[in-house]
C-alpha cells in the first residue's frame, strides 16, 4: 500500500484536491433544495437517489472542533450535503424553535469539500519544513507513533510525551486525558490563552466550589440587571450563537444600559450607551482607578465589604497610587470619562461585567485585571443579587442522564517529589506549569495538570526543566495558537518527535513526522450532546454527512487504536468506540442505534413538572466557603506570597499595574521608534482563530488580511484605504491591508490573525507567518519572564511602525 | 397595487453585522461564492473618533410598489406579482440585458450567469404557510422580519421606524 512517490506541500495539495474535485465541484455549486420545494425530512436514509433530499444532524464545527453548542438540520440532495440550518428542535440560541446559525454556521458545508483536506497519511521525508513526505498505511503511521512513544517512555519517562490543546477540545479533554493518566504524563500544553485564565482568577478572587463553578461578575438574570459593563468581551465575533447577543439586545430595549470598554466600536458593541476606547492592554490600569474612585469616593457597599471581604483596608490603601489622573495617561481615555464610568458602576444597581478573553488571557498582568474586576463587582455589594454578578435562575434536573468519560485521573503516578512537595500527582513532571505546582489541584484545574502551551514547547530548546521528546498537534496549529511563530519552528526543529492530526494541512505539518487525516466532525457519528431546558431535555448525536473522506479517520477512533497499539487496550475498550458509546448513554435508556437514527435528537418533555426556581439571593456563606477566611480576597492571601508559575518569585497579594512588554507609556523610548499600538482580535465572526481562511463565502467577504486603522492616521502616511501596509514590531514584520475604520482610536491597530490557508476557488493565497507573512503573532514579545506570573497569560498587544508597502501586488 | 403586499421590516437597533443573513442567502439560492449577493448588510457611519456612531443595515430587493426595474424591462421577465407585490424575475424570459439594473435606484438586480438576478422574497423555498424567507430565519438576533407591509409598519412605528424612501416606494420599513 505504501506508495514511494515523494510529495512537496505544493504538490500534496493539487493531489487533495484531485481527490476532491467531484465533491469540490459539487459543494461549489450546491444545488439547492429550494427550486424544487423538496425540502423534505426524509430520515435517517442510508442509500440516496437520484433527487432525493435527507436530513441528518450534526452538531456544527465552525466554533471549534467536537464542539456541541449548535445543533443543525443538514440537508443532503443526492449525497452531496447542499443546505444547512439550526435545528429547531435542540433549543439553539433562544430557546425551542430557533434555526438561527452565524456567518460560519451558514458556510459549514464548504468545510467537508475544503481541498486542503489531508486524505491519507504520511511520514516526513525531507528535513523539517522542507514539507517532503511520502504516503503511508494508518498501520504504520501507527506503528511508528507506538513504537517511538514506548521507546521514549522507557529512556526519558513518560512525561516526555506531551499534547497541544487547541481550545476546550472534547476528543483530548476526555480521551486525550485519559490517554496521558494511563501513559503517565501531566503535560497537557494548555494555550494559556483561555477563559480558563479567567477562571483561575475568579476562583482565587471570589471563590466558588470548583474549576467549572468558579463566582463570575456575569448577571446571571440580564432582565433585572441595569448595567452591564462589557470589558474585552467579544461575543458578537466569537460565538454568537451563544454569547446571547439577541438577549442582550432584548435586555437594551427593555432599558439596560451597557458600558463597553474595548480598542474598536464593533458590532454589537455599536449598541452600547458608552464607549470606552481604551488602549489595548492597559485594561488594569482602568480595573485599578475605578477602583480608587469607588473606594475615594465612597461608592461601595460598606456592610458587605465588613462582613463579607478579607483586607479591603490594605486594598483601599494599596489603590490610592492608581488616580485617573494616572490611568489617563496610561490607557489613552480621558480622566473625566474614567470618573464617569466609575461613578456609574459605583452607584447603579445591580451592575455586572462580562470580562473577555481580552483582557483576562490576552495580557501578560491579566490575572491583576481580573482580579480588580472582580473586586468592583464585590465592593459594590453586586454579588450575589438578582440581576447581579451570577445569581441565574435554577434550572429543573435533566430529564436525561448520561455518563462522563472516566478519566482515570488516579492513574497518573505521583512521585516522590509531588509526595515531598505536597504537589498533585504528576505536577513535579510540568515541563512549563502554566499555574503554579502548588495551586493544581482537583478543584482548581479543569481536566487534570497544565503545562502552557507556549512555555512547554520552549522546553524542546532550553531543555529546562528537561525537554519534551514528543509532542502530538491534533487539530491544533501552533503557528496560529500561541505567540512568536519564529520560536515555535525553532522549538518543532528541535523536538524529537512531532505528529499531527488535522481535517486540513496546517502550516506546522510542514515539521511533522507523521501527519494523520482527521476526518471531519461530519463524517463520524460518536459525539453527543445534551440541552436541558425548562420545557424539557434535550439529547442529539452526530449523524454521518458522508462517509469519511479519502483514508480520514475519527480523531476519537485514533485515540482508541493508539491506546491499543501502546498495550493500553483494557482501559480504551480494547479499541472499540462503540462500547466506550454505550457505557456513556447508559444511564438514559437510550440507546446508541435509536440516538442515530434520530435526524432531529430526541426530546424528552418535562413530565416532572418542576419549574425554574429563584436562588437563594446573596448567599455568601456558601459562596465564598472556598476562600480563606470564608472572604472575598481584596488582599489575597490564597496566592499571596506562594511561589509563582516559573518558580522565579513569589506572586503579589493585590492587584498590581505591569502593563504589556511594549507600550506608549510604559517604554516610551521605544515608542519613539515605533509609534502605534497593534492588537488583534483573535476570535473572529468569519474564522475559527486561525483556521477557515480558506472556505469561499467567509473568504469573499474579507479576502486579504486587514488592519482596522483611522483614517487620519493612514493619510499621514501616505496610506490609502485598501494598500499594503508594512506593519514592524520590535520582534518581526508583517504585510496588512490598511482598513479605514473611524470607531478606532488614530494610535491603535487591530487586526485578524491566521491567514495562513489558501482558498483556491476564489484565487486567493495563503499567507506566512514568519516575517513578511501576515500573521501578528510575529510581532508580539514572547519572554516567558514577561508572562503573567499566576496564569502563564501572554501580551497580545505591542507597538509598530507602519508604511506603505510599495510593489504590492495589490489586489484589493 | 398587490392586494396584499409582503415586505420586509429591518431593525438596525438589533443588527450586529454578522453576516448571516449575507451568507445564508447564498446557500440557499445556491450562489457561488466570488459572484453576486442578494443581501448585503449596508454601514453607515457617524462624527469622529471617539464619538462615533455605527449603523447596520442588512438590505435585498425593495420589492417596490412602483418598481423602476420592472417598467423598463423589454421582455416582460421582470414582473410585480398581483398577489403579494414581490418583484420576480422569470429567467426562462430574461435575455440578460441589464436594462432592470438601471431602472434600479438600489442598484438591486445583478448579472449572474448569463440573467439577471435577485430576491425573490424566498418565493420558492416558503412552500407551506408561516415559512419565512432564509435570512430572517437565521437572524441570530431578530433583526429581520417579513411579512404584510401593514404590521411590518406597525411593528417599525413601535421604535420610531418609517417606510425607506424613495421614487419607487420600497417595500421596506427601517427603524
Known sequence: MAQTSTYTRRNFLKGAAALGAAAVMAGCSNGALSETGSAASGGNSQATTAGTTVTKHAFCQMCGPARTHCSTTCYIKDGVWTNVEGNPEAGNNWGRGSRTLCAKGNSAMQTIYSPLRITY??????????????RCTWDEAINIIATTLKEQKEKYGPESYGVLSPQFYAVLATLGRRFLNVHGSPNYLHSAICNSQRVFSRLVTLGGPDHDRANSTVPGQLGKTKLLVVWGYNSENS????????????????????????????????????????????DCALALAILNVIIGEDLYDHEFVSNWCSGFDELAAHVQQYTPEWASGITGLPIEQIYDVARMMGTTKPMGIMAGNGVGDQQNDGHDVLAAICLIEAITGNIGIAGGAGAGMVMPKPMISTEEIDLLTERLPKSAEDIQNGYSAGCSNLVAPEVPRWFQDEITWETGPTTAYFKGLMSTIDGNPKPLRAVFGQSSNPFGATRQPKKIAEALKALDFYFVMDVYWNSSCDYADIVLPACSNYETDVQFAMKNSADGTWIGINQKIQEPLGESRSDWQFYLDLAVAMGYGDDFWNGDMEACLREQLEPSGISVEELRAADHGIFIERSDGAKPSEPKYQDYENLFKTLPDGKVQCSNSWIGGKPNAQETGTLGFLPTYKGPAESIAGTSELAQEYPLILSDVHAYRLCEHSYYADVPYLRELQPYPWAKINPQTAKKYGIENGDWMKVESPHGWVKLVAEYFEAISPETLMCRRGWWQECAELGLEGYGCFDGGSDVSVLYDSDPANFDQFHSAMSKQTLVKISKLEGADNGN | MATEQLGFYVDTTRCIKCWACVITCKQWHDIKAGTISRRRVDETNGGTFPNVTRTFTSLSCMHCANPGCVSVCPTGAVSKRAEDGLVVVDKEVCIGCKTCATGCPFDVPQYFEMKMDKCDGCLTLRTKEGDEPRCVITCPCKALSFGKLDDMKEAAAKKGGNKKDGSTVPSVYIS
Not at chain 1, 497519511?121 to 511520502?134: H, S
Open chain 1, 121 to 134: 497519511p504520511m511520514k516526513r521525508v525531507g528535513e523539517k519544513g522542507e514539507g517532503k513526505f511520502e
Open chain 1, 239 to 282: 460565538a454568537i450563537n451563544q454569547g446571547n447577543p439577541n438577549g442582550r439586545l432584548n435586555a437594551i430595549e427593555a432599558g439596560l444600559k451597557v458600558i463597553d470598554i474595548r480598542p474598536m466600536r464593533n458590532g454589537l458593541g455599536a449598541h452600547a450607551d458608552i464607549w470606552v476606547p481604551v488602549r489595548p492592554g492597559t
